[in-house]
């Protein structure tokens, strides 16, 4: 520590070097994989096929890339700036309080994202006690199981990280099973010729549907949760070196499975259930209603079971990153710091984990279906994706400015990645519909007064200069707004198709210059450092 460093720093320093440095390359790239190949496999591929039919393949192809460029500029600052709760404190650094308090009350409310997979949990387990869940929605003895279910993933985080991460190990050798051996079973017991020309064709609804299957269709959300390593960097033996490597194999590793399921899906629903075309094609629980049809009771049975395990995997996983999440939001000053204390025994965020544990249940209230919850989760993670786009090349800029060597750990090709990955992202968000972005932003926007009572913890830097650093942000998600109730995603057409998703495209790339101009301003005035690695 440097004398003179102000007390609040010492603080946040002291708390961060209470985490354990235990977790290795395949410990990491298991957190990542878990994380992602959550509640997805069990409903995507039913719900992208209903969305976009067979043109849904070309949905997990194009999530696959944003996450691939995504992914090479988070591993850039999860390199450079390795921290506990990264992606809450990276915008907070480079773009000032205003973006950090926005970005982080999206990433607060992204919390709800566990109460999917708990929500899955439910819809499967109905299956064998039919009271948990009721047309689309947890009744109250399936909300009272789904808090009990809370509670234990909660207690299950409460110790030693090692200790996490050995029974995350298990669980996902478990998850990555029992996919492929769907995959392969629904395969064999045979498939249906032509099932990508027929019904309607490759795109029966057309190109554009493909699009909005990407969030709509819970395709985002399924393939969200690669950056999971990154927020455990600053647990992480070698994180310049494991932390880039488990992102980007958890990734690969993903998507491979994702289209194996999407096809599967496709070639093995019986004619009889396309009467009406694929959106007629409806299960409660669908890979497990399939097997069924199909006399495969033996999988259904082992699908039955790996319904409470894989979401129960990502939802473990997913407390214990959302409690990470929650003690960055605390050192950003969004939340009290009495959330940012780490147990000395442990090694763990406990009182983040109870705060997180009363936010799950309270997302469970309101929404209660699968669909419903990640359709809106998706854009809070597109939001984040946008926010470190700006980040690491407005670190970069600040850089230069300095006339710094690159940094250690700085990715090739970054320098136009993150322009593309930020416009990939703002284009996704756009796609996935008024409908959803209708109550998505403005939740989001609910960030700027929480930014503005917020302000009297603040650092003594003028409400005028914070307003000007992150305007960018706020001016974008209103623009966002706009074209998507002015747009062909569920909007009124008075903006017809392609030229929306050009408006879109263009003004995005504009407000990125702008954004990154913005914070290499704010670092100018007021340099903030991540913390440093030990």
């Not at 299950?156 to 995959?183: D, E, G, H, Y």
Request: aromatic content about 10%.
């Amino acid at each position: 520590m440097t004398p003179g460093e102000p007390p609040e720093v010492l603080t946040v320093l002291g708390e961060e070097r209470r985490l354990r440095k235990e977790l290795g390359f395949w410990s990491l790239t298991a957190i990542g994989f878990s994380n992602i190949l959550g509640s997805g496999w069990l409903f995507a591929a039913m719900f992208a096929a209903q969305t976009a039919g067979p043109a849904a393949l070309l949905s997990w192809v194009g999530a696959g890339v944003l996450c691939a460029l995504v992914a090479l500029v988070m591993v850039e600052l999860g390199a450079t700036r390795p921290e506990g709760g990264g992606t809450v404190r990276w915008p907070l650094y480079a773009s000032g309080r205003l973006v950090g308090t926005v970005v982080g009350w999206s990433v607060l409310l992204s919390v709800g994202g566990t109460a999917a997979e708990i929500s899955a949990i439910m819809q499967y387990a109905a299956h064998y006690l039919p009271g948990l869940y009721d047309h689309g929605r947890l009744t109250g003895s399936g909300l009272a199981v789904a808090t009990g279910l809370s509670v234990l993933l909660t207690a299950l985080n409460w110790f030693a990280v090692r200790a996490f991460a050995r029974l995350n190990n298990l669980v996902s050798l478990f998850k990555v099973l029992i996919p492929v051996l769907t995959v392969v079973a629904l395969f064999l017991s045979g498939t249906h010729t032509g099932r990508l020309t027929d019904h309607g064709g490759f795109a029966p609804y057309g190109y554009a549907a493909c699009l909005t299957a990407l969030a709509g269709g819970g395709i985002v959300y399924s393939v969200n949760g690669f950056q999971a390593p990154l927020d455990f960097s600053g647990e992480a033996r070698n994180p310049r070196r494991t932390v880039p490597l488990a992102v980007l194999t958890g990734i690969a590793l993903a998507v491979l499975v994702y289209l194996g399921l999407q096809l599967a899906f496709l070639f093995t629903v019986p004619d009889s259930l396309l009467g009406h075309g694929w959106q007629g094609v409806n299960f409660d629980s669908p890979f497990g209603q399939l097997a069924l049809v199909l006399n495969l009771h033996w999988l259904a049975t082992l699908l039955y079971a790996d319904a409470v395990v894989s979401p129960g995997g990502s939802a473990y996983v997913g407390v214990a990153i959302d409690a990470r999440h929650t003690y960055a939001l605390a050192k950003n000053g969004l939340l009290p710091r009495f959330f940012m204390r780490i147990d000395p025994r442990s090694g763990t965020a406990r009182r983040a984990l109870l705060l997180n544990l009363l936010v799950i249940i309270v997302f469970m209230l309101p929404f209660g279906g699968w669909q419903d919850i990640v359709s809106v989760m998706g854009d809070m993670y597109l939001i984040v994706y946008a926010a470190s786009a700006v980040a690491a090349a407005s670190f970069r800029a600040h850089d230069r400015d300095r006339g710094l060597p690159p940094a250690d750990g700085q990715v090739p090709g970054v320098h136009w990645i993150a322009p593309i990955s930020y416009v990939v992202a703002c284009e996704f968000v756009y796609w996935s519909g008024w409908h959803h972005l209708r109550l998505a932003l403005p939740l989001v926007l609910a960030g700027v007064p929480l930014f503005l009572l917020l302000r009297r913890d603040a650092d003594g830097r003028p409400t005028r200069l914070e307003l000007r650093h992150g305007a960018w942000l706020i001016f974008q998600l209103a623009a966002l707004t706009l074209l998507s109730w002015l747009g062909t995603f569920g909007g009124s057409g008075h903006l017809p198709a392609p030229y929306d998703s050009v408006a879109v495209g263009a003004l995005s790339l504009a407000v990125f210059v702008w954004a990154v101009r913005s914070g290499a301003d704010h670092l100018r005035t007021a340099p903030v450092t991540a913390l440093p690695v030990d």
